[in-house]
């Protein structure tokens, strides 16, 4: 039976690879091991985690994250090869556009191993994020590529990919999103961190920040905190705060006022208890523009561009930029009922993982 190594560096990638590994379970067509790259530490990924997510923890650890960019992507190329050495798989699967899946890629296709891309095409134009180099090499070099939205398959069959290598199947963090939140309608919430911080009129809006563009300059973190203080006059705003960011608020000395709740990190369901209930989401995450998308709930994208043009052309994400002014405009528009409506995109659906794991199955069992 063919065996394929499924790729996780980070807490969200093990998100995606999730319903991959429910799914392929279920259908017994292929063997797999889940490969944690150890990218990043996180100390939620404990037992409960895996509990949470319905998989097993991960068969390989290989603790090759930190460092620059350029030492992590080299730890994890020197240990992922050894490992292939030693039991040489018929697949690897990588997911999203992290350091681990660059790595993986260019390791996997060095010796000749076929390389599966899950949440390939995606493109935000903008050379300035890591992201977007490792998703172009990735996209590269991959043998299949998953699509999760129409402007995927755009940029896939623009850069010259064979039809029969693209495949449309949705998304697998729909599919994990929804599988999570069935099992919070039957969770206790109230132990949650997160549920102390909810007012008692529970009307409230969640910011997440952390990308380096929006965080890491001072006049830029000073902008974007004058528009979160004055919507947090009109509503509460809880802000579980990315550790550098926190940080740098500290260090640009900027005070984000009364009304404005920070927390720490959460984990993916005391988070998800959070955000689904919340009257607008402000973030600069591209996978919480795909999340607020598939519950419907509105998000304001704080930054000029999105590698995921469908939340914006037919889910509730809207694109704001980060002047004050048209943050505040538009928050205030959502908060009159005047903001923008949307819809899940088509697949999103909680079957994408079935469907990659069908196509693989055929391609390896020839």
């Not at 043009?309 to 930029?321: M, Q, S, Y």
Request: glycine share 8%; charged share 25%.
């Amino acid at each position: 039976m063919p065996e394929i190594l499924l790729v996780a560096g980070a807490r969200p990638n093990f998100m995606k690879i999730a319903p991959i590994v429910r799914a392929l379970q279920a259908h017994g067509g292929l063997r797999f091991r889940i490969v944690h790259t150890g990218q990043h530490y996180d100390r939620e990924m404990n037992d409960v985690f895996f509990e949470e997510l319905g998989i097993p923890q991960p068969d390989v650890c290989m603790a090759a994250g930190g460092g620059s960019h350029a030492q992590q992507t080299a730890r994890i190329m020197v240990a992922f090869e050894e490992l292939c050495q030693a039991g040489r798989p018929d697949a690897v699967l990588v997911v999203g556009d992290v350091n681990s899946t660059l790595a993986c890629s260019i390791v996997a296709k060095k010796l000749n191993i076929p390389v599966a891309h899950v949440e390939a095409g995606l493109r935000s134009g903008d050379m300035t994020m890591p992201e977007e180099i490792n998703r172009l090499v990735t996209d590269s070099i991959a043998d299949w590529f998953f699509v999760t939205e129409p402007s995927g398959l755009e940029h896939l069959r623009r850069e010259g990919k064979a039809a029969s290598a693209i495949h449309h199947v949705g998304h697998v963090m729909v599919d994990n999103l929804l599988f999570q939140a069935a099992k919070l309608e039957t969770t206790d919430r109230s132990a949650f961190e997160t549920a102390a911080a909810i007012p008692a009129d529970r009307r409230y809006g969640v910011v997440t920040l952390h990308r380096p563009s929006n965080v890491d300059d001072a006049a830029m973190m000073t902008r974007i905190g004058s528009a979160l203080r004055e919507i947090a006059r009109e509503l509460p705003l809880i802000f579980p705060v990315h550790p550098r960011t926190r940080n740098n608020l500290q260090q640009f000395g900027i005070d984000l006022g009364p009304d404005i709740t920070l927390l720490p990190p959460q984990a993916y369901m005391p988070f998800l208890s959070l955000w689904k209930d919340a009257a607008v989401v402000l973030t600069d995450s591209g996978g919480l523009q795909e999340e607020t998308t598939a519950l419907g709930v509105p998000c304001l994208t704080i930054r000029e561009n999105t590698e995921r043009p469908v939340t914006v052309d037919e889910g509730t994400n809207l694109l704001v930029g980060t002047e004050p002014a048209r943050i505040v405009a538009e928050a205030r528009k959502v908060l009159r009922g005047d903001g923008k409506r949307g819809r899940r995109p088509q697949l999103w659906d909680g079957r994408a993982a079935e469907r990659i794991v069908d196509i693989l199955t055929r391609e390896l069992c020839r």
